[in-house]
């Protein structure tokens, strides 16, 4: 009888224990959700699972501003670019079947495509190689993308425009490339993409909340997508949904994902070799390697490798992600383009796998001399030089670059320091003849050692005219379903892109912005009129025209 008693005791403890663990972990993941979305704006849902099955399961917002209809897990929305992976699937499912080769010729199945002289496989296709201009970049997307197309009809729409560059030489993220594998899907199996998709995969897996989208038809629990401007919420721009086609069509719900996400883990509808394809990256011509698979991309986080992919579309933002050894799945589903639901999924993956960012509640207070002992100039292998300087009982970090922007760093302990983000953080230490050296630690870490350099000035910025900073204002396309509003509160300035946060931006000169969040410059052009018409890009040495679409 003690035995059973004492054993009682032990199971019941052991259950005490487990459940205030979890109520624990649900503590740190509300935190974090928190931190994003409101309950009075739109919102997510959020879905974290270990080994397979859900450990999180949230959401958060509203669903439907106008009717003030609370969001709910059920709730579907847009995948927009998440799509890729179940095209890229698709396609590789069609390949262990044999009815199509990665290197075959896109022209083995369309003919008449116009190549202009290039050889164009299956493989450049899935993998953003292909060097055929994407469709999403042309035009004014606003209002192309209002129109009904057929998929002939939307391959004619970007099929001469001349290449970008040759097949292989260099990666360019492209949707016009995944319709053409939607094509060819439907070419192969005599059949629409939508058909295909939701016969082969959906009902298969028995995803019975997921299709392809559809603004016609009544959908039980569709979330409505807003976009954030200066003046507040708005319903989204409409997007007819043969658009998209099989670069961002389908729309789910977070538990469908989980149920797609552990088809892809227990290699449900391919073989684990065909998958490793599409999870590891790839090569250009010269044998450099990309991040990005086939409807995957390569990622890391606190040290834990996995596969991840994000997606944008009028009104939606998207981001899954999954790290391999510690089987984590982390999907977050959102009805806004007012926050970075890709920082938020990233936060919770930490969390599940016992490796959180900290945050400002971890901070604790150091002495001024404490905090002096790391100031100065540290180099680094890529030799990006960090200054680590002391401002008004502050410690700053600034890097060089065009903007020289500096960062206030917080102490977690005397040698380790965090930005306030919380996702980036300097490991500090001295060697025994008393030289420094730092690490900068992301999702990867870099050593930067003491030099001597002197700190270059921070960048000046003035004040412009209203008239002036009205006429920026606008919706710009920088990319495939990637676009920045520039909005104007008073004489403050304000960038905000798919997906992400506002930042403010800051004038140098009549045409010339920086931001202080980032080494980033955005110039404004104007055409022979002296109306603006796009602004152009500079970041990490490259330069990216932006054209205004609104």
């Known amino acids: 009888m003690q035995t059973k008693f004492s054993l009682l005791v032990i199971a019941l403890g052991f259950l005490l224990t487990t459940t205030i663990q979890a109520q624990d972990l649900t503590q740190q993941f509300d935190d974090v959700v928190s931190k994003y979305y409101q309950t009075d704006m739109p919102g997510a849902t959020i879905l974290v699972a270990k080994d397979g099955k859900a450990i999180y399961r949230n959401a958060v917002g509203k669903s439907n501003l106008e009717l003030d209809v609370d969001m709910i897990p059920e709730n579907v929305f847009r995948l927009a670019s998440i799509t890729k992976q179940f095209t890229a699937v698709a396609i590789l499912m069609l390949e262990e079947q044999g009815k199509l080769g ?33 469709y999403t970049s042309m035009g004014n997307l606003v209002e192309v993308a209002r129109t009904d197309k057929t ?32 094509y060819i899907i439907e070419i192969i199996a005599k059949d629409s993409y939508e058909n295909f998709i ?67 883990s227990n290699n449900t509808l391919i073989k684990a070799s065909t998958f490793q394809k ?42 899954g992600i999954y790290l391999i050894d510690e089987d984590v799945y982390v999907i977050g589903l959102s009805n806004c383009n007012c926050n970075d639901i ?26 001024e001399e404490q905090l002096t002992q790391w100031v100065g100039a540290y180099e680094f292998g890529d030799g990006a030089i960090r200054h680590i300087f002391l401002k008004d009982g502050q410690l700053r970090s600034m890097r060089e670059s065009d903007t020289n922007t500096a960062f206030d760093i917080f102490p977690l302990a005397e040698d380790r320091f965090m930005f306030e983000e919380g996702n980036i953080e300097y490991q500090f230490s001295k060697s025994a ?7 900068f630690i ?18 000046q910025e003035i004040t412009l005219p209203n008239d002036v900073l009205q006429s920026y204002i606008g919706k710009y396309e920088l990319g495939p379903n990637f676009i920045v509003e520039i909005s104007v509160n008073g004489s403050q ?47 990490g040495g490259a330069e990216t025209v932006a054209k205004k679409i609104e």
Do not use: C
């Open 102 to 134: 990665l290197d075959d010729p896109i022209t083995k199945f369309i003919p008449d495509y116009p190549t202009q002289g290039k050889t164009i496989t299956v493989h450049h296709l899935l993998n953003h190689t292909s060097g055929i201009k994407s």
């Open 278 to 319: 599409a999870i590891n990256g790839s090569e250009l011509n010269n044998g450099e390697h990309i991040d990005y698979g086939y409807g995957l991309g390569e990622t890391s986080l606190k040290g834990s490798k996995g596969y991840t992919h994000s997606g944008g579309i009028f009104g939606f933002t998207t981001n």
């Open 151 to 182: 998929t002939e009809e939307l391959v004619d729409y970007f099929k001469n425009e001349p290449m970008d560059f040759d097949p292989g030489d260099a990666y360019r993220y492209n949707n016009s490339g995944y319709v053409l594998l939607g």
């Open 198 to 264: 939701e016969k082969n995969i959906f009902e298969r897996l028995g995803m019975t909340n997921s299709r392809y989208g559809n603004n016609k038809e009544l959908v039980k629990n569709r979330a409505q997508g807003y976009e954030q401007n200066e003046n507040g919420y708005a319903n989204a721009n409409y997007i007819s949904m043969t658009l998209p086609h099989a670069a961002g069509s389908l729309t789910s719900t977070i538990d469908d994902m989980l149920k797609w996400q552990n088809a892809l």
């Open 442 to 459: 992301t999702d990867t870490e870099s050593t930067g050692k003491e030099i001597n350099k002197a700190m270059p000035k921070a960048r």
């Open 493 to 539: 300035v304000y960038a905000q892109a798919t997906g992400q946060g506002q930042f403010e931006i800051f004038a140098e000169d009549q045409v010339t912005f920086f931001a202080k969040v980032a080494p980033i410059t955005l110039k404004m052009n104007t055409n022979a009129s002296g109306q603006v018409e796009s602004f152009t890009l500079y970041q």
């Open 433 to 439: 003849d008393g030289t420094r050296q730092v690490i």
């Open 342 to 367: 890709g920082d938020l999924t990233r936060e919770l993956a930490a969390i599940a796998i016992g490796k959180p960012f900290p945050t400002m509640k971890d901070v604790i207070k150091l002495s």
